[in-house]
């Protein structure tokens, strides 16, 4: 699908994204988050793990950061 799409050949821009995210700072090493999703297409596990590292950057920066989601991931993540 989609997803699987972003994560792999969008991994390496969507990776540096979510490691700036506060709230994945917070609980990742924002080097090896960005590392996970350049490298997560080839593999299940990886793949995983940068799917629930996305979808928490965008659960925190809605419920505790109190900010949008509207767009696609690459506006939503990349406005400050």
């Known amino acids: 699908g989609r997803g699987v ?7 390496g ?3 540096r994204l979510v490691a700036a995210q506060p ?3 917070e609980v990742a090493r924002p080097d090896r988050v960005a590392a996970l999703f350049r490298h ?3 593999e299940k ?6 799917w629930h590292l996305l979808f928490y950057a965008l659960w ?5 950061e109190g900010r949008r989601v509207e767009g696609d991931v690459f506006e939503v993540l990349g406005e400050r």
């Open 60 to 64: 925190h920066r809605r419920h505790i």
């Open 45 to 50: 596990h990886r793949g995983f793990a940068a």
């Open 23 to 25: 709230g994945v700072a």
């Open 5 to 11: 799409v972003l994560i792999s050949r969008g991994g």
């Open 13 to 15: 821009g969507a990776g």
């Open 40 to 42: 997560a297409g080839g």
